[in-house]
């Protein structure tokens, strides 16, 4: 952008600089204000729609799908990416933890139960698009 309204010219330059310093500044903020805790609730969110909020999921496919997502930083989260242990501890304040669930497929691993996400994502993260959350 900048490098476009260099060769603009004008008032151009100065303004390409000026949105690009309160792009950052927002992103700043934003990041400040949605820690690593907020984000995975936001983002564990997402994993659940986008696969058709299941009841369950598997710690092991929750996961994955977080890291597999580029925008978000799980893959570069602690020295080997997002582990089972790392997800624990960011999920250990608003109570959730994984537990021993049996699958529709008779497999039996541990996973998360999607209701048990309902509070803290209304809480800390609520989407007021998202109505079926109010309901549970």
Request: charged share 20%; hydrophobic share 40%.
């Amino acid at each position: 952008m900048v490098i476009v309204a260099d060769l603009a010219g004008g008032l151009w330059p100065q303004r390409a600089r000026a949105a690009c310093q309160a792009m950052s500044a927002a992103e700043t903020a934003l990041g400040e204000e949605t820690g690593p805790k907020t984000r995975i609730l936001a983002d564990i969110r997402r994993v659940f729609a986008a696969l058709g909020d299941p009841p369950t999921l598997p710690t092991a496919r929750l996961i994955a799908a977080l890291r597999d997502n580029p925008e978000a930083p799980w893959d570069q989260h602690g020295p080997h990416g997002l582990t089972p242990r790392g997800l624990q501890l960011l999920l250990r304040d608003y109570g959730i933890s994984w537990s021993n669930i049996r699958f529709p497929d008779s497999t039996q691993a541990k996973g998360f139960i999607r209701v048990k996400f309902t509070d803290a994502w209304l809480r800390y993260c609520p989407d007021p698009s998202d109505g079926h959350l109010r309901q549970g």
